[in-house]
C-alpha cells in the first residue's frame, strides 16, 4: 500500500490511517470505537454523558487487547441555569405536543444532561490518559487543558469559521477539526452565534488551512473515499466521519434510529436547536418541521433536553420518529452498513487507490 | 499539459477546460463572458435583466473575433403577482428603513423586474444560437425547451438536491449543476422549497454524481484550484465559479460591492430572500441582521424588488453597505483579482497539476 502522501496528522496523533470516528454522545460505543481504533485509525468515544466511572470503566475495555490510540471527548459548555420565565415558555410551547402523547409536563423527571469537563473528569483523563482528547465548543480553562497536555495528550477541538480555527490554535490545539455546515449532531461554533453565515465544507476547508500551521481534519459531509480524496485536495491532513460509521453494527443505534438513516437523505437534515438548546443537525421530523428547525423558545444548552426526554422516550416507544432525536450529518445517502474496521479499512484501500489513480 | 482525466463534460459543451463562470444578472458582463470563454472554458451572460435586444446586441459583441462557445441564461420562474394584502405588509415592513433614507415608500417608480424565459426571448435564442444555455429554478415549459433543443444548443440547469437532478435529467438536461449550499446568489431550488434541508457541497456532488448519467458541474464555494480537484473527487466532470469571478476587472461591480467582496469572509454570508423573495446568498450587512435575513413577509419573487431597488440606490449613494444586494458565495476569502482569462488559464493549470502531481 501506498503512503499517505499528508503524513502531518498521522504522526501528531501517532496514527496508521488518517480518519477518525467522531465521538457521537448516545450512538457511538466501546466497540465501534475499539474497532476503528484497531485498524491504525482513530476510534472516539464522546464523554458527556458518562460518569467518571463510565469513563475510567470505558478506558479499560478499550484497552483490552487494544493498544493504538483512542480519543476521549468532551463537550466544555458553561452551564447557564435558564430561569424560570425560560421554563415556563418552553413548557407553553411543549405542552401541546405532550398532550399528543397524554404526558404531563409538569411531572418530568430529571434527566442526564451533557456536562461540562471539569475538575473531576480532568483527574480521570490523567489517570487514564487517551492518547488524543477532543473538546467540543472551544476549549475548556486553561489550567484543565495544560494538565492533560502536561500528561502528553493531544488535543482537538472543532472550528466552524476561520476565527475559531485561529483561536483554537493560539490556545494551543494540536490539530483543528474544520466542521462544514454539513456534519451531523452539535455545531461546534463557540465564537460564532449565527448559524446563518455557517460554512460549508468546501469553502471552510481551505480557508481554515490558510490560516492556520496545525494540520486540519475535515468534518462533514463525508461519508466515502470520495469525500477523503476531495477533503485531502482542499487541504485536510486527515477526516472526521460520524454519519456514516452510525450505519456501523458497533454503533449503538435503536432500529427505529437505522431505519431513519436508511431514508435520512429523501427526509433531509436540518439544524435545530429544539433538543439541547444548542444547534445539532438532525433528520427532518414532525418536530421540527411544526416546531422549528430552529426556535428562540429552546431554553440555553443543555436544560432544553430535560423537557424533551419524556417526548423523545414516548415517540420511540409508539414507534414513531415524530419527536426522535436523530442526528445525522448530510451524507446518510452515501453510507454503507458493514463492520466498523472492515469500513475503515475499505474507506482508506479506495482512497489511496484513488490518490495514486493518476499515476498508473 | 495534461489532458482532463474527466472528458464528458468538455465533449458535451466543446471545451477545452471544464470551467464554466456562472452567469451573475446585473454583476457579470460581455467582457467577462468573453474573456472566459476565449480560453476555451464557458463564459456565461445572465439575460434575466436584458430586454431582447440587448441580448442580440450582448451576442453579437460576444461574437466579435471570438468563436468559442458560450452560455446564455435565463431565469423560468412563473410570474406570481401578489395581492395587495402582500404589499401592503412589505411595505409596512420596509417602512421604517425607508425612514433612515427619508425615502418615500408611497412614490417608488417600476424597477426593471428578473423576467421568465418566454416565447419573445426563445426567438431570439434560436436566432442568436449560442452553443449552450443554461435556466435557473427549473427549465421552460416542453415546447420553448424542445425549440431551444431542436436548434442543437446543450442545455444546463441547477439542481440543489438529488430529486431535482433527476427531474432534470429526466427532463432533457445535458448536463446537470449540482448547486452547493455555499453558492452566491439566487438558489436555484424548484422542486424544494425548504432551505434548512440545502445541502453543501461536499454531500450534495457525490449523491448527485450517483444519482444521473449525464455530465455532473460542482457549484458552491470554489474559488481555487484545489476546489477544482476536490470538485473532481466528488465525480464532477466541471466546476462552476460565480465569486472568484466577481474579482476580475471585467465584472460589472462596483467600487463599494467589490470593496464588500474584499471583507467577505469576516462579514460572512447568508441567504436571504429580502432582496427579490427568493433565497439568494449575499454578504451580511445591516438590512439582512436586523430584518433577515430570510423573512415570511417578503412577497413572491421578483416582485420583492420593486420596493428593494430605492433602498438599495439610496444606501449605495450613502456610500453605506447596510442595503446593497452583495451576492456573494462563501469562498469569497479564497479569491484573487485578475483579469478573467489569465484567472481562468491559472485556475486550469494548477488543477491539472495538482491532478498529475501523484504521478511525479
Redesign the interface.
Known sequence: MQPW?DHRLLDVLKLEIPIIQAPMAGSDSVALARSVSSTGALGSLACALLAADQVREAVRALRQRMSRPFNLNFFCHTMETPDSIAIQKWKSFLRPHYERFGLDIESVAETRLRRPFDEEMCAVVEDVGPEVVSFHFGLPNKDLLERVKRRGIKILSSAT??SEAKWLESHGCDAIIAQ???AGGHRGMFLET?I??Q??????L??VR?AVSVPVIAA?????A??I???L???ASGVQLGTAYLFCPEANVSPLYRRALAHA?EK????TNLFSGRPARGI?NRYLQESG?MSDVAPPFPYAATLVAPLRAASERAGSLDYMQLWA???A??AQSMPADQFTRKLAAEALS??????T
Open positions: 502522501p469559521t476561520v462544514g455546515f454539513e449565527n446563518a453565515t460554512l460549508g465544507l468546501f469553502a471552510l481551505p480557508q490558510d462533514g459531509g463525508i461519508a466515502d470520495r469525500g480524496v476531495a477533503a485536495a482542499l487541504g437523505a433531509g437534515t436540518a439544524i427532518l428547525p450529518g448530510e451524507a445517502g452515501l484513488e490518490l495514486y489513480k493518476a499515476s
